[in-house]
């Protein structure tokens, strides 16, 4: 999607989209003689300017030019509204056969970042995936191409281009790596594609491999994926964009690309989605590309823990015991609870190699958080009170919300083995918690650690303001306001 910024309406052919700030419609004064056909469709509609709601109109006295009156509500914020006013406008007109829409903000107090935020939701919500699409009719073929933001205040363009265009690019990333099928994307090749799309960002790529992570001692990550073909790989990205010697800010994502259940395996309804198990492996990558797209004043590093879970004749068994990087024994009570398996052996890795003082992993970890909390917020669990309120804050701002979620000793009591150092699930009771548990015994003393949840969230069955249905690419607006709330400053 093209995104431009403009004093003034453009010549030539488009479509114009007005907002309606409930009754304020200060839009409408530019139309001239049509204003009074356009209110009265606006009236038999019931239009009352509510957020998200549309009217279409075509204007006879403008060569017939499609008008696309977009609400956004009469008590909400400009900062609130403005993305959603870009996605609304995108969605209806994306396969209308326009090509060019012209949002006019004139009239409306949008400042320089509310307006830039107009061209975010545009270019979040344009977003498809066709690629393997061969036969769609015209008709189903996007032909907006073009988006003029017109009337935000001055500096509008150099906030959209210096803050909001790299998210464009790392949301990308992390949905195309989402939506692609298992066949596509395995650990090596997730590898493969990530150093391709960040090959001049600037950020440092280094890969473990199957012989290294051995050497490691990496039981767990490695205990998941031995039933695959596929290999699996320790994917690790760094931003070096704050002073030299700090101490980087670690992100970690599992990233199991397809999850069967291994030899528990899953319900065959269904399991196609299980192409998403590695969407907080997707959220860190797409994090990482945005954070370095807008040069951001931090040091990062993101780990991406890449296996496949498979059931062949090699694969791990229920009952089996494997030793971690950290030395610790696990009782493999239940392969298809191998996502904190791979966190594990990932977050010991990173601290030995890092020395972090955070952590923030983030999995499509359990269904019971999807029980909990349905599609409309990830879990956090954390050591650090401090941490977690922090990453709040930037799910609030960012959009991508959380909600907390408690740990304590009874809990962890739950997963204590009479075998081994601990099973790797509880009981069927607080399965998210027992979860978060799990990962918590791996991060080391004065480590402020924060495990994210977001099972319910990487993939949407309903569309929303600003992505149609599929991949959301949630994480990266968090992580990336998490960095600037909270490292940059």
Request: proline fraction near 3%; aromatic fraction near 6%; charged fraction near 25%.
């Amino acid at each position: 999607m093209l995104i431009r910024f403009a004093d003034t309406r453009p010549a030539g052919d488009f479509a114009l989209v007005l907002p309606a700030a409930g009754s304020k419609q200060p839009g409408l004064d530019s139309l001239g003689t049509s204003k009074a056909a356009v209110e009265a469709t606006l009236k038999r509609s019931r239009f009352e300017g509510e957020s998200g709601a549309t009217v279409e109109h075509f204007v006879e006295s403008d060569s017939g030019r499609r008008l696309l009156v977009v609400g956004t509500g009469a008590d909400t914020s400009a900062s609130d509204a403005a993305e959603k006013l870009g996605g609304t406008a995108v969605a209806k007109l994306q396969t209308s056969g326009e090509s060019h829409a012209v949002i006019d903000l004139t009239g409306l107090n949008y400042d320089a970042d509310a307006a830039a935020r107009v061209a975010l939701g545009a270019a979040l919500r344009s977003w498809r995936f066709d690629r393997y699409r061969t036969r769609l009719k015209d008709k189903q073929k996007p032909t907006l191409i073009e988006i003029t933001v017109v009337g935000g205040k001055a500096g509008a363009e150099e906030r959209y281009a210096s803050r909001y265009a790299a998210i464009v690019s790392g949301v990308t990333l992390t949905r195309e790596l989402v939506t692609e099928p298992a066949n596509i994307i395995y650990p090596e090749s997730f590898v493969a594609r990530v150093r391709e799309e960040v090959k001049d960002s600037g950020l440092e790529l280094e890969v473990l491999g199957l012989e290294e992570m051995t050497k490691l001692g990496m039981g767990a990550l490695l205990g998941v994926s031995q039933g695959s073909v596929r290999k699996p790989q320790l994917l690790v990205l760094k931003w070096s964009g704050g002073k030299a010697g700090d101490t980087p800010t670690v992100f970690i994502g599992k990233g199991v690309t397809f999850d069967t259940g291994g030899i528990s395996i899953k319900p065959a309804q269904n399991m196609e989605s299980m192409k998403w198990d590695m969407g907080g492996a997707g959220a860190v990558a797409g994090a990482l590309l945005a954070l370095a797209g807008r040069k951001a004043k931090a040091n990062v590093i993101g780990v991406c823990g890449l296996v496949e879970n498979m059931p062949d004749g090699n694969a791990q068994r229920p009952g089996d015991v494997v030793t971690t990087m950290s030395g610790q024994t696990v009782e493999v009570i239940n392969t298809d609870a191998e996502g904190r398996l791979v966190l594990c052996d990932a977050i010991t890795w990173a601290q030995k190699a890092y020395k972090p003082k955070v952590i923030v992993d983030l999995a499509t970890l359990t269904g019971a958080m999807v029980i909990a909390l349905g599609h409309e917020m990830a879990g956090i669990f954390s050591n650090d009170e401090s941490l977690a309120k922090n990453l709040i804050r930037a799910a609030n701002a960012s959009g991508d919300l959380l909600w907390r979620q408690p740990l304590g000793e009874a809990y962890d009591r739950l997963i204590d083995s009479p075998i081994a150092d601990m099973k790797n699930v509880g009981p069927r009771e607080a399965g998210s918690i027992t979860a978060a548990q799990f990962i918590k015994r791996f991060v080391d003393d004065g480590v402020a650690w924060a495990h994210l949840d977001i099972a319910g969230m990487a993939w949407s069955d309903k569309a929303s303001a600003t992505c149609d249905k599929g991949a959301t690419g949630f994480g990266v607006r968090l992580l990336d306001q998490y960095i600037a709330d909270s490292v940059e400053g």
